[in-house]
């Protein structure tokens, strides 16, 4: 058929996937053993290639953009592992943040997926009800209730979601849900660096041993490390789901927030976060009033890893003997193409035998919040990833980002400590075991 | 005595016109070539002979294509020395060849040698072929480069087709280098430690070209450059150990040891001779069952396998036709897929030509209708199965 | 019960796909070029579901296409409109790896490379590597009998299947090959492999392992000309050795491979050879100078030997994603794949380049220069209108190969693509009897029909005038 130039088929003129990204795709299927979701169902329609067959079809009008389709798109877990692949130079990841808000505006989602979705939009975002969730969690834990839904056969009667949501819980302390960061911290020695950064929203809660390891260990190695106060979510959350209004409005006032601090760099340790604000500058790409800041902002935004690997160490690191199975985030590897630095980090660790993991290009179906909305898929991924990781038989197993930490966690069979490079990092340099460093 | 008319062409055309000729008079008819594997599983009721011998010509040979094209009737052995004259040959070394088998026979009866271990059955070397079916049809498959997916590959079906399909006329083969060294280890050993050994040099990637059990002697040849011919036979003595005997390539003893794997395979007048096909690792069985069944039945057997092709050939010798025939029994028991080549007088009437059918026997019966709906060629070839 | 309803009923309802939409995502393969919706897509999870689909199929006289991957380049999964399309994702078990007898046994969904890397704690692997290892699966590999950059040294799939368990078009299940490739009767599994699909569904695949070579060295030698490399290639033949590959790439092609990321090839060299040897370390080291040596008496300007494997893997990674590449330095463009003599080489890439400036249309070359196995891509842009043009250049180019005394098809397949040409290289005795064979395993014609041979429908009412076959006016062969 011919288009004519503009036309958007099914779409709305707000950003389409555009043409000339979609014709990039040549068909040749490179991309099908890296997507998780096609490995599970095997269905063209759940393939990177099915998928953006399905835009193209949609963006020439031959296919409505309908409850079928959303559904294939909801189904993708971002994890890019397609667009590392591609050998054609295809960006799927454009190509699905354009669609997934065409989806949102014309496409009524059911009952219970809009509450689910309104539930998660409400907590996650907020430390605060984070915080009184996760502190439900464990008194729900403690007090037995779990045992008791459990033996009363409740929760099997509850939506996948509920159960999965349930699952996820870590065993947090509760104390630790109470901690704060503190403000910042002075440089060890000559000052190298001054960053900026960002504590997260689920991270602060539930991972507040890692951001408080995080500061440490940049401090130990001459950053100056600021922690911009009344920061809030970055907006990855709403981004990946295809939220983009929200996601703008949570995107320029964390720029706000942190073009206060002056800082050379905007340091993120949760992957998720990072690979979003790295792409700031496209989403507020129309609004004149940010648009150039927010692309000087994300060019300023380094996961921890990248920013640690820049440095030359100075700290000095201490024995660690261990095997870590390192697992590859897929916001860290495909979206910001980092898999060196982290390696690089534990191998500078005396002591760490690094092991890879069977199938380390497939994502462990965290995914920013599909484990809650696509559960039945995130569980056969979660699965497939924890015994892949147990296949290695590591004494320790890290990983770059919160979602990875707690999906991975949920399957593992074997009582194996589960943290974040920056952890085991941390642990080195103030020469004390593992298990310490955490408490 | 004898009756039977002869057709003897000696190009495509009169080939083409034999067969419309003995079709029109419907004729049942038998193909043969050298006649050295004439005797192949069942005996053909036929009215005339077609004889492929003076179809013996090189059809076209470029040496930097590294391919030949040959009438059916050339003998291999003719094809290598023509060959050799340019360093190159057909990777096929099937003892019949010294007896003068031809090429098209060779891919009749889906015949190879040791160097099966490598380059696989004349099937593996077999490019493109020129058949003649029953109607006097002539089609070509395949053609004159090594790689080359166009159309269905008739070279395939008519391996192992022992004449019953239509009349190989031409066949185009691919050609590989001659190693510029080759040597041989030779360890006596019994059948279990030849298949340990073998697959130590295999799994070691010593790459040997040939691995054969014969005589109760485990040989394994390495083709290549000089020094890394010696380079491994350095490394495949030291895992061989004690009694390992390394032979250089013109070694008369090596020489002596390959001549009696084809001595054994062709066997002689008043033989039964039995190809058989297993799983690599059932070759130490194989050889305990052979050593029991000839012992319990009174009669000399030998035995020689390409272990990890899974081929393997028994020969047996002496007494009678019924004891062979209950040794040939067990066998087929054990492996079914078993060919007997050589029938010691007698055993014809005590053995139906043919053991358990393969589970594809349909299809093999539907291919065989479609090509010669008469049932003109080769009848009773592979009787009882069709 | 119409057909539709029985499938349904046969597999359950999650197996199948009649969307129109979800359908629509079936409806090419790796060749976009044609496009057909099938009726109704299954999903089978074992060769029990796979013989019920086929049953119903054969019971309503219902066509079917069997699926892998999709990654083919000659159409070979296109749909039929009214029939069926039988998936193979599903099918994509490991069933076993016996490494004391060198072999795997594996369902049709596995991919190529999984093979080997179920093989690789054994220190073997599955010797056929076509381009798209990591993604196309044995079972479209046994139906295309797929080749590769290696099959120079170590042959096809055909040289490396020991057994099969297919689904006959009757939806009977049988068994082709065996424990060992010596058995009685016709190589009814040698005749199998590379039907395209038109014979049968597999549904069990047993393969042969290979040990890992003890060494591989690898180099990339730049030449100034096309020709050069050529005459390089033929040299190394000459000398008797037999590389484990020999792939050349032209300056276009290598110009894609460099817009894509890590490329290692020189981005102003005309031509570039990769040369890589595999086997006992002497035996190697010994050959991989005089390659070198062949090389530089052909004029070669620089030498580039792979350091180490991950040098070695950047080499291969460039060269087997140089189609898809060249989606970077065009918008839409045919991949073509022919073969020549070996010695006709030179000869077939001058006549391409001079068809190609007649057309006013880019060519670019990567093929497998061992074996003569050329793969001009050609390059076009649909919205300025080229596309005719370059699909007949195309065409020209396959044709020419078969004029040459080659092949239409190397490795890809005749399909749905090539189909109409067939006649230039088989005459219609050739093309019946290969049908005697499909009449044999298929009578009724439903097991991916308008495949490999040319139909009216297809090809249009009148075949094409008869020419000589060119190895016929050659004298080389005679048609009677």
């Known amino acids: ?381 979660g699965r497939r990833k924890a015994a892949n990781i147990e296949s290695t038989t590591p004494d320790v197993i890290a990983t770059a980002n919160a979602g990875c930490l707690l999906q991975v966690r949920r399957f593992l069979s074997a009582d194996i400590p589960l943290v974040h490079p920056i952890e085991i990092l941390d642990a080195s340099i103030r020469g004390v075991p593992l298990e310490k460093a955490r408490r | 005595m004898s009756t039977v008319t002869t ?82 040959w057909v990777a096929l070394d099937p003892a019949l060849a010294a007896a003068g088998a031809t090429v098209g026979g060779l891919v009749a009866t889906a015949d190879a040698g040791p160097v099966r271990h490598t380059f696989g059955a004349s099937r593996d070397s077999v490019i493109g072929v020129t058949v003649v079916l029953a109607d006097a049809t002539v089609a070509r498959s395949g053609g004159h480069v090594i790689k080359n997916v166009a159309g269905y590959d008739l070279a395939k079906l008519f391996h192992g087709s022992l004449g019953t399909l239509g009349v190989l006329a031409e066949v185009v083969l691919r050609l590989h280098p001659r190693p510029s060294a080759t040597a041989t280890l030779a360890v006596p050993c019994h059948a279990a430690a030849a298949f340990d050994l073998g697959g130590r040099l295999i799994h070691g990637s010593l790459e040997p070209v040939a691995v054969e059990w014969c005589g109760r002697v485990l040989l394994a040849r390495f083709d290549g450059t000089a020094g890394g011919v010696e380079d491994r036979g350095r490394r495949a003595m030291a895992l061989a150990g004690d009694g390992a005997e390394w032979l250089p390539g013109d070694d008369e003893r090596a020489a002596a040891h390959w001549a009696a794997v084809a001595d054994l395979v062709r066997g002689a007048e008043g033989d039964t001779v039995v190809r058989l096909g297993t799983a690599p690792d059932r070759t130490p069985s194989l050889a305990a069952l052979v050593a029991r069944e000839a012992a319990a039945h009174d009669v000399d057997a030998a035995m020689t396998s390409s272990p990890f092709a899974g081929a393997h050939t028994v020969r047996l010798r002496g007494g009678t036709a019924s004891q062979h025939a209950a040794v040939v029994t067990a066998l087929r028991a054990a492996a079914p897929a078993a060919t007997v080549c050589r029938w010691t007088p007698g055993l014809r009437d005590q053995l139906p030509a043919w053991g358990e059918p393969p589970p594809a026997v349909a299809v093999l019966r539907a291919v065989k209708r479609a090509f010669d709906p008469n049932d003109r060629l080769g009848k009773g070839r592979f009787a009882p199965w069709f | 019960m119409s057909w539709s309803a029985e499938l349904v009923e046969a597999l359950g309802r999650e197996n199948v796909i009649t969307d129109p939409a979800r359908l629509r995502t079936y409806e090419c393969d790796g060749l976009t070029g044609y496009r057909v919706q099938p009726a109704m897509v299954v999903l089978p999870r074992s060769a029990g579901e796979v013989a019920a689909a086929v049953r119903v199929c054969a019971r309503h006289g219902v066509p079917f296409v069997a699926r892998g991957a999709g990654t083919g380049l000659s159409g070979g999964a296109l749909p039929v409109a009214d029939g069926i399309v039988i998936s193979l994702q599903r099918l994509r078990r490991i069933m076993e790896v016996d490494p004391v007898n060198l072999r795997a ?104 392992l290979l040990a890992k070579p003890a060494a591989i060295r690898t180099m990339v030698a730049d030449f100034a000309t096309v020709a050069g490399a050529g005459d390089a290639v033929t040299g190394i033949i000459a000398a008797g050795i037999v590389p484990a590959a020999v792939e050349m790439l032209d300056n276009l092609a290598i110009q894609a491979v460099a817009a894509s990321t890590e490329s290692v090839y020189t981005p102003d060299t005309a031509a570039a050879l990769v040369v890589e040897l595999d086997g006992p370390p002497d035996d190697v080291a010994e050959q991989f100078d005089e390659v070198q040596e062949i090389c530089r008496r052909n004029g070669s300007t620089k030498i580039m030997v792979a350091a180490d494997a991950e040098h070695r893997a950047l080499i291969w990674r460039g060269r087997k994603a140089a189609f898809a590449a060249v989606g970077r330095i065009s918008p839409n463009y045919f991949v073509q794949d022919g073969v020549v003599p070996r010695g006709r080489l030179a000869e077939v890439l001058g006549r391409i380049a001079a068809m190609a400036d007649d057309a006013g249309i880019r060519v670019a070359n990567v093929f497998h220069a061992g074996d003569g196995n050329l793969h001009p891509l050609v390059l076009y842009s649909e919205g300025e209108g080229q596309h005719d043009r370059a699909e007949h250049l195309s065409t020209q180019i396959a044709e020419l190969c078969v004029e040459l005394g080659g092949s239409l098809s190397g490795e890809h397949g005749i399909g749905a693509d090539k189909a109409c040409s067939m006649p230039r290289m088989f005459g219609q005795d050739d093309l019946a009897t290969m049908l005697r064979l499909r009449s044999a395993f298929d009578p009724d014609g439903l097991c991916n029909p308008g495949k490999v041979f040319p139909t009216p429908r297809l090809c249009g009412e009148r075949p094409g005038p008869y020419r000589p076959h060119p190895l016929e006016e050659a004298g080389v062969i005679e048609r009677l």
């Open chain 1, 1 to 381: 058929m011919v288009l004519t130039p503009g036309d958007t088929g099914s779409f709305d003129a707000h950003h389409p996937p555009r043409r000339d990204l979609l014709d990039d795709c040549v068909h040749c299927g490179f991309c099908l053993p890296t997507c998780p979701t096609y490995l599970v169902d095997g269905e063209e329609m759940d393939s990177p290639r099915g998928r953006i067959y399905l835009m193209d079809l949609a963006q020439r009008g031959e296919i409505p953009l309908d409850r079928t389709m959303a559904g294939h798109i909801d189904s993708c877990l971002g994890c890019l592992a397609c667009v590392t692949a591609c050998p054609s130079g295809v960006q799927y990841d454009l190509l699905l943040e354009a669609t997934r808000p065409q989806l949102e505006r014309h496409v009524p989602r059911t009952r219970l997926d809009r509450l689910v979705r309104k539930a998660i939009f409400a907590v996650f975002p907020y430390p605060a009800r984070m915080r009184a969730a996760a502190a439900l969690g464990v008194l729900y834990r403690r007090l037995g209730l779990r045992w008791l839904t459990h033996r009363l056969g409740i929760m099997n009667r509850m939506p996948a979601q509920l159960r999965a949501a349930e699952d996820l819980l870590p065993p947090v302390p509760v104390r630790s849900l109470f901690r704060r960061l503190d403000r910042g911290a002075a440089a060890v020695g000559e000052r190298r660096l001054r960053v900026a950064m960002l504590e997260g929203c689920a991270q602060r809660v539930l991972f507040g041993d890692v951001n408080a390891a995080t500061m440490r260990v940049l401090a130990a190695e001459g950053c100056e490390v600021v922690v911009p106060q009344g920061q809030q979510c970055c907006g990855a959350l709403n981004l990946h789901a295809g939220l983009e209004d929200d996601a703008a409005a949570r995107a320029r006032k964390l720029i706000d927030t942190f073009e206060q601090a002056n800082a050379d760099a905007v340091v993120v340790n949760v992957a998720g976060c990072g690979s979003s604000m790295k792409e700031y500058g496209l989403l507020l790409r129309d609004d004149p009033a940010y648009a150039e800041r927010a692309a000087r902002f994300a060019a300023s935004v380094r996961d921890v890893n990248e920013l640690l690997a820049e440095l030359e160490p100075r700290a000095p690191r201490h024995l660690i003997a261990a095997k870590v199975a390192y697992h590859d985030a897929c916001h860290l590897a495909n979206a910001q193409r980092i898999r060196r630095q982290p390696r690089d980090l534990l191998r500078s660790v005396p002591g760490v035998e690094l092991t890879d993991i069977p199938e380390a290009d497939i994502c462990c179906g965290s995914a920013g919040i599909y484990n809650l909305v696509q559960p039945g898929t995130a569980e056969e991924l």
């Open chain 3, 105 to 208: 046994v594996v369902e049709p969904g596995v991919t190529n490379l999984d093979i080997s890397k179920a093989a690789a704690p054994y220190g073997l692997y599955y010797a056929p590597d076509p381009s798209s290892q990591q993604v196309c699966t044995i079972g479209g590999n046994v139906a295309e009998n797929s080749g590769g950059a290696h099959c120079l040294k170590y042959g096809f799939t055909v040289n490396h299947v020991l057994a099969a368990e297919v689904v006959l078009a009757d939806g009977t299940v049988t068994r082709l090959g065996g424990e060992s490739p010596q058995l009685p009767g016709y190589d009814l599994l040698g005749a199998f492999i590379g039907s395209e699909g038109t014979l049968g569904i597999v549904t069990q695949v047993t393969v042969r």
């Open chain 2, 7 to 88: 057709y003897r062409p000696s190009t495509l055309a009169d080939l083409r016109d034999a067969m419309a000729e003995s079709a029109r008079a419907g004729e049942r008819l038998a193909v043969a070539g050298a006649g050295t594997a004439v005797e192949w599983g069942g005996a053909p009721e036929h009215d005339a002979v077609l004889d492929t011998t003076a179809m013996s010509g090189l059809i076209s040979y470029n040496p930097t294509d590294m391919t030949v094209a040959v009438q059916a009737g050339m003998p291999l052995r003719s094809l290598q020395e023509t060959l050799a004259g340019n360093a190159q």
